[in-house]
Structures are given as structure tokens and as C-alpha cells.
């Protein structure tokens, strides 16, 4: 690449592309109370072993998963309205805070020039309900949820969506995410990712921290710089 192509690159548009729960909040108890009392009233006792091996997958995913194939897409739709409509309750009445190091790296971003886009398999009353809580609709230039895309993580649809909604070109985004099926959907979209190791032990990743306070100033724009995704 000569000096003009590398001028070009690096004035193209750049976006992130945020994972949620788990990545830019925690709000995993929410979940977990809430698909207990769903589950309860469809007798089903949810241990948390299990809730923890499906958590932050597919509504349908996860019931699919409980009750089997053949669960009529009528429950699948009943059960899993009961299960965000609590959700968003308790998340309400309980208030939720954003995870070491994201406030300073949302602004920072914005104030940058970043697109930024939120790409979760939560449904977008979710997110809104978030957002709304956190007052951060400004920070974001688009969302794109499970209702948009037909296949979750580690499929890379979410992440090449949401990249397209924000009109960035899959090599100028970076993906943060704290599950493996998020940071590989990552690599499969063509993009660069950062790892978050709020609730796993390793991750593949470009970059892998414990929390987002302690990437270096410049880890973004390093990211982008002249390099491919991995």
C-alpha cells in the first residue's frame, strides 16, 4: 500500500460495534430472575448451571434447547414476551450501571468521530429500555437486535448488519464482545475484536482484557492501522 492508499484508509469511515450484556453492562441477575419466574410458571426449575450455559443466546435458542425442537412457535413467542417483560421491570426498578472503563471509551469514541453501533441478540425493547435507563441514545448511530437478523452468533450476520447501517466497510470496524461466539462472529465478518473476559476464561481475539480501563489510549486506532483483521 503506498502513501496516498494509506492516506485514504485511514480517512475512511471507522465504526464499533458493541456486544451488551456482558461487554458494555452487566445485567445477568435480570436475566436470570426473570427466566426462573417464566420458566417456573411453565414447570420448569432452571438451575443456574444450566442458565449459565445459554445465556446470551436466541430466546428461541434457549427454548428450543429447554423444551425441545418441536416447541410451537406460539409458546416460543408467549413465553419469551412474559420472560422481556419482566426483564425490563426488574431492570427498571433496580437501575443498571455501565462496566469498568465503557463510559470513558463511549465518549471517547463519539468525541473521536467513531460510529457506533449496538448489535446484541436482546430484543430491541431491551435495549431501549437500557439506553433509556443510561441515557445514552446520543452515543449510538444504529442498533441491530435478533428480530433483525435470522441467525445468531457465531453466524457474523449481526456484525455485517450493523456495519452496514452505519455505512462503515467490515475491515474499518472493531467488534467488543466477552463471548467466544461474539468475537469469532467477529472474525468471520472480517473485523477486528476486542475481548472482554467478564464471564469466559480466554478468548480469541486482537485484544483480550479484563476490563475496557485497561486498553491503552491508542488501542482503536491501532487496530485500523495498516493492519488486517486476524
Known amino acids: 500500500m503506498n502513501r496516498t492508499d494509506r492516506q485514504i484508509t485511514s480517512n475512511a469511515p471507522r465504526a464499533v460495534l458493541w456486544d451488551m450484556d456482558g461487554t458494555l453492562l452487566d445485567s445477568s441477575k ?3 430472575q426473570s427466566w426462573r419466574e417464566t ?26 434447547a429447554i423444551f425441545g425442537p418441536h416447541y410451537s412457535a406460539s409458546d416460543l413467542r408467549r413465553v419469551s414476551d412474559v420472560k422481556e417483560k419482566s426483564y425490563r421491570e426488574m431492570l427498571r ?13 463511549l465518549k471517547r ?13 436482546a430484543p430491541l425493547l431491551n ?11 446520543n452515543v449510538f448511530d444504529a442498533i441491530v437486535t435478533a428480530e433483525d437478523v ?11 448488519a450493523a456495519a452496514e447501517k452505519v455505512g462503515v466497510v467490515p475491515s ?7 463471548a467466544p461466539a461474539g468475537t469469532e462472529a467477529g472474525r468471520r465478518a472480517g473485523m477486528h475484536t476486542i475481548g472482554v473476559l467478564s464471564e469466559h476464561s480466554a478468548l480469541q481475539a486482537d485484544i483480550v482484557v479484563h476490563t475496557l480501563e485497561e486498553l491503552p489510549d491508542a488501542a482503536f486506532d491501532d487496530l485500523l492501522d495498516g493492519s488486517q483483521p486476524s
Do not use: M
Request: glycine share 8%; proline share 4%.
Open 30 to 32: 435480570y436475566h436470570w
Open 39 to 64: 420458566l417456573a410458571a411453565e414447570s420448569y426449575e432452571l438451575s443456574r448451571e444450566k442458565f449459565a450455559s445459554f445465556f446470551g443466546q436466541r430466546n428461541d435458542t434457549i427454548l428450543h
Open 93 to 105: 426498578a433496580g437501575g443498571i450501571v455501565l462496566l469498568p472503563g465503557v463510559e470513558r471509551w
Open 109 to 121: 469514541l463519539h468525541a473521536g468521530g467513531w460510529k457506533q453501533a449496538i448489535a446484541s441478540s
Open 127 to 137: 435495549i431501549e429500555a437500557i439506553l433509556d435507563v443510561l441515557n445514552l441514545r
Open 150 to 160: 435470522e441467525r445468531g452468533k457465531p453466524d457474523p450476520l449481526v456484525f455485517l
Open 172 to 178: 474499518r470496524c472493531v467488534v467488543v464482545e466477552d
